[in-house]
């Protein structure tokens, strides 16, 4: 599966952007798609992930209550809305890819990012 993270911008604190995961090749409702980010400077950050058949989330508690995960498997995308932005979101965002029963460490087919800066 190819997968592709758009929506990004420039945002002001407080703000909201919608980023989607678009997937081709195969079928998302294989997979569990993770989220993750990577400020400059810093490692890259899982912060949460949806079930193959969307019926699971998880969110770190970094962005729990202000992000939510949420799939469309007919359309082939998965959706973070990032609500309440704060200037330490601003990272590039990644979404990837692991099957079912496989760890976090398994995340993988990683597309291009997409910038997310949030501007106080």
């Known amino acids: 599966v190819q997968l592709q993270a758009s929506g990004g911008g420039l945002v002001q604190a407080g703000d909201s952007l919608r980023l989607s995961c678009a997937a081709s090749g195969r079928s998302l409702s294989l997979y569990f798609i993770g989220w993750f980010r990577q400020a400059p400077g810093k490692e890259r950050e899982f912060i949460g992930q949806i079930s193959w058949n969307g019926r699971l989330t998880y969110l770190e508690d970094s962005v729990k209550g202000r992000f939510t995960i949420s799939k469309n498997n007919a359309e082939n995308t998965v959706y973070l809305q990032m609500n309440s932005l704060k200037p330490e979101d601003t990272a590039v965002y990644y979404c990837?890819?692991?099957?079912?029963?496989?760890?976090?460490?398994?995340?993988?087919?990683w597309g291009p990012g997409t910038q997310v800066t949030v501007s106080s």
């Open positions: 990837a890819a692991k099957l079912r029963g496989s760890a976090r460490a398994d995340y993988g087919n």
